[in-house]
């Protein structure tokens, strides 16, 4: 009820300031010319209060929330990260999970996010509570910046608009995955740094000062070093500045110039840390599109994709964390859904750039304009990217979607005639408050699922169960959890569950290389060695570079006491991750057992390099030191 009345409240007195007339009263009576200032009335900034209010409201309960999916990759999982003020330098020319052991198939450059992990770290040690009480910080500060930004493009005259935009964003279920999952902080610093740049840049449009248009730039290679997405704004700032805010053509220009070489000075950051050559690996269950037959395959599962994207933003239901093989199966144009799809993107663009040519300031331009460069990005047409489909990808996208709702709130709900009575529009409005409301409980619910990896994954298990990926996170949840943890599994049936769970990943996809790692741990654990190399053994054959698949068949093989099949194996792994403390132990003890002391020596002292204290190595060397000593007293060595 707060909400609905101070919408009404709003938009009535936005109404009276661009009309210069007051609709309260019965006749019309012309307002002081002060009146009509931007400011007046309910004032922006008791606007961005509300939202910011609103903004934490919605997100309040992911604060009893733990580590989800893979944040630990950029929180306490990550050896750099655990360094804090320490590790900042190494953050900032390292690629984003370089002290992550486990590394990634796809690598990226985003410093900024990770160096704010490592101050949080360094402030508040392990505490998940304190992550995600930035996010919803972070959060607030791009909702406000969103509303100050869309004010500022229609000159002060939509701030009605604006605002609406900014609280349906706010509230659209669809940023649960942002705000909820600590490691997508790069989205919400990528977000404000853009739209804190665009300010910037509208700013220097309007009064031409030079330390505008250089904090324009700073924010926006900001935003660039916090994430990828803001290489759009290459495109956007044109947009802006010549249809849009165009007073002065010069420094329209010198925006977008702007723009450009801090976009080219962060590619070439980027491929110095990552290598301008490197491309980065993605797999087919990450990512079907990339193992699709033919062009036309992957172009219209791609379009599907994009019809899903917009079902979800007028229908957030169901949420799933993750999209992978073989949630979306693979289409040709011979699907309807596809050529649907396809029909309307073709329509959007068609719509936005005659609208735009038409009328060069036109709202509605901007917003499908906007939603469709940002949303390119993603779209697996003009290049593959890490991940199918996530509801990440449509952060910033949204914001032209939430836009064009509000446009068509004031075109086509409110209607109102400048004589009109303002309360006539209370079912309008009202329909808008329920929108809201709908939204504000279905995101409050959704933060609950992302309490914790098993509530996560067992949720969404049930809303996607073909999705193979989905079995082995709930598999990998439940195989390590601790003793008295809620789990939903008897401790007797844990082990048994997870093979379940696993076994049925692997029939939806036989090269799941993960998960035949993960059952080979399982198998081992439950003392059935052949049953563990097998699984080990497919996994490999499905990836090669699976360290860990790697290094666990070479214990396996160790404990069978196969000394030259363990080292082959171990060393592999080691070639893939040399830093690994217990690889570099456990193959110092494999050279031991077989007697090959010179190369134990080597790999022990390794050890103790990565892990001084570290007391197994420690006795290990010692213990090999003194059986070299013998042989060589011998003759036997």
């Known amino acids: 009820m707060l909400l609905f009345r101070l919408w009404f409240y709003f938009y009535f007195w936005n109404m009276a300031r661009e009309t210069g007339h007051n609709p309260y009263k019965t006749g019309s009576v012309d ?60 953050l900032l020319f390292t ?53 100050v ?55 220097y449009a309007n009064a031409g000062k030079t330390r505008q248009l250089i904090a324009g730039a700073i924010c926006l290679a900001l935003s660039l070093l916090s994430k990828e997405t803001a290489i759009s704004f290459i495109a956007i700032a044109p947009l802006v ?62 379009f599907m994709v994009l019809g899903m994207y917009l079902k979800l933003l007028f229908v957030p239901y169901p949420l799933v964390s993750d999209y992978c093989y073989n949630t979306i199966p693979l289409v040709g144009f011979g699907n309807a859904w596809a050529l649907l799809s396809a029909a309307l993107y073709v329509a959007l663009a068609g719509i936005g750039l005659y609208r735009l040519f038409k009328k060069p300031n036109d709202p509605w331009a901007f917003s499908i304009l906007y939603f469709l460069v940002t949303i390119a990005l993603f779209s697996n047409i003009p290049f593959l990217v890490y991940s199918q489909m996530a509801e990440r990808f449509l952060f910033f996208a949204s914001a032209g979607f939430c836009l064009a709702v509000a446009l068509a709130v004031e075109q086509w709900m409110i209607k109102l005639p400048l004589t009109a009575s303002f309360t006539k529009n209370k079912p309008a409005l009202t329909t808008l408050s329920i929108v809201c409301l709908v939204f504000f409980v279905l ?81 081992g654990r439950m003392q059935m060695p052949d049953s563990a190399i097998h699984h080990y053994s497919m996994a490999i054959a499905a990836n090669p570079k699976n360290s860990i ?55 022990y002292k390794r050890t103790l390099d990565l892990e001084p204290g570290l007391m197994l190595a420690k006795q290990g060397l010692n213990f090999v030191y003194k059986k070299k000593s013998e042989a060589d007293t011998t003759g036997t060595h």
Request: charged share 15%; proline share 4%; glycine share 6%.
């Open 95 to 147: 690629t984003r999970l370089k002290g992550f052991q486990q590394g990634a198939d796809a690598e990226s450059y985003r410093p900024v996010p990770m160096i704010t992990h490592a101050i949080e770290y360094q402030l508040f040690g392990d505490n998940a509570a304190v992550g995600h009480f930035f996010n919803i910080i972070l959060f607030i500060g791009c909702v406000i910046a969103l509303f």
């Open 241 to 302: 500045f010549f249809f849009y805010i165009n007073a002065n053509r010069k420094h329209s220009i010198v925006i977008s110039v702007t723009t450009l070489l801090v976009a080219l000075c962060y590619l070439g950051a980027r491929g110095a840390v990552l290598g301008f050559d490197r491309e980065n690996a993605i797999t087919f269950i990450a990512n079907p599109i990339s193992g699709a037959p033919d062009i036309a395959t992957r172009l219209a599962t791609a």
């Open 31 to 90: 307002l002081p010319p002060d009146m009509n200032k931007p400011g007046k009335g309910i004032s922006v900034r008791k606007l961005c209060i509300f939202l910011a209010v609103i903004s934490f409201a919605v997100y309040a309960n992911t604060l009893q929330n733990g580590y989800v999916m893979d944040d630990i990759t950029v929180t306490t999982g990550n050896t750099i990260v655990t360094q804090g003020f320490s590790g900042i330098p190494d």
């Open 149 to 203: 930004f869309l004010d500022k493009l229609f000159a002060h005259k939509r701030t009605g608009t604006a605002f609406t935009a900014s609280l349906l964003f706010a509230l659209h279920p669809i940023h649960t995955e942002v705000v909820a999952n600590i490691k997508s902080r790069d989205e919400l610093l990528c977000f404000l740094f853009a739209f804190i740049s665009l300010n910037q840049f509208v700013n």
């Open 443 to 523: 995101t409050a619910l959704r933060n609950t699922d992302w309490k914790d990896n098993y509530s996560l994954f067992k949720t969404d298990l049930e809303k996607v169960p073909d999705n193979a990926r989905m079995h082995y996170y709930l598999a990998n949840t439940i195989a390590y959890s601790t003793p008295g943890s809620t789990t939903g599994s008897t401790p007797t049936g844990k082990d048994a569950d997870c093979i379940i769970l696993l076994d049925k990943a692997v029939k939806i996809y036989p090269d799941f290389s993960e998960a035949h790692a993960l059952m080979g741990i399982i198998y």
């Open 549 to 603: 698949a790697l290094y666990n068949l070479g214990i396996a093989l160790y404990a069978k006491k196969s000394y030259p099949e363990a080292i082959s194996f171990i060393k592999k792994s080691l070639s893939l991750n040399p830093d690994f403390v217990m690889g570099n132990l456990n193959l110092a003890r494999c050279y031991s057992d077989s007697k090959q002391y010179d190369s134990a020596i080597v790999y």
